[in-house]
């Protein structure tokens, strides 16, 4: 097993919900006891449908927000814990996020030269020169010619400005980024061409990734683990092959069910029903309520994560 650089232990992450009917202040929990780990050199895929939690866990592993419970560990620095905050900022350098929407990501009066060249000017201490040639070598490193650097923004099409976003996200050499569904906004064919990217960019760069999506199709040839999300909590952890060829939890199945066939032409309907309201979550496993395979035991009793083969860990009670 390679070094694991980002280690995440029972995190939980509520927001304030505003006031019930009874007028309490309600907290929403949108993370809720969530434990996984990425190796060096690895990608985990993170996916779920809306809300699950998916954005949430990328956030709070960059330090965009902070935990209610639980604890991270990156390159084996407590980020949650009353650490040494010197290390922890060291840390965080090391460590990157590309957001969804690469149009909102870039402003559109800044020249795509100096967006990408931002980190750098915030870390200070880049000569002129030395500047100019890293922009360039981030372009091509993200497979555009350095003379677009005088570009702005509305001068590219939405592939080449989630380049863009890459090629500022690598610009202080990352180690670990979290790809926040980088590809969502892109048509099928774009789609590919930056998941090829981000793999060839790990592959040169030794990077890892926790890569986020909604969809099991996308983080397929990307993730070498995938983690699926359900209301907060992970239901379902393995490695890719036997995620795809063996899917255990109800909810990874409907998940795969749900990926769009070219033979078929269209995409089958996901499974039926609404997430579980995270605010009041009603007793037993979240999924019950959708659940095709639902028990009795289920309506009562929430299952926990276990092993149930070497390297695959599932929360349902088929399994226990
Ligand atoms: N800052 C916030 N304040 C209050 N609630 C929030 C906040 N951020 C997220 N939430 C809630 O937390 C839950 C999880 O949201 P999150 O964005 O992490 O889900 P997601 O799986 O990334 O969804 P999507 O795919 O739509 O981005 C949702 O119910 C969301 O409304």
Known sequence: MSVRIVEVQNLSCEFAAGRGRDGRRQKLKAVDNVSFDVGREETLG?????????????????????????EIRLFGQSATGPGDAKALARVRKRIQFIFQDPHAALNPRMRIGDAIAEPLDIAGGWSKRDRADRIGELLEMVGLSHSFAMRFPHEFSGGQRQRIVIARALALNPEFVVCDEPVASLDVSMQAQIVNLLKDLQERLGLSYLFIAHDLAVVRSVSHRVAVLYAGRIVEISERRSLYQDPRHPYTQALLDAVPRPQVGRRPPPIKGEIISLIDRPEGCSLCPRCPSAMEICRRVDPALREIAPGKHVACHLYS
């Open 46 to 70: 993170l996916v779920g449908e809306s809300g699950s939690g998916k954005s949430t866990i990328g956030r709070l592993l960059v330090g965009l927000l902070k935990a209610s419970s639980g």
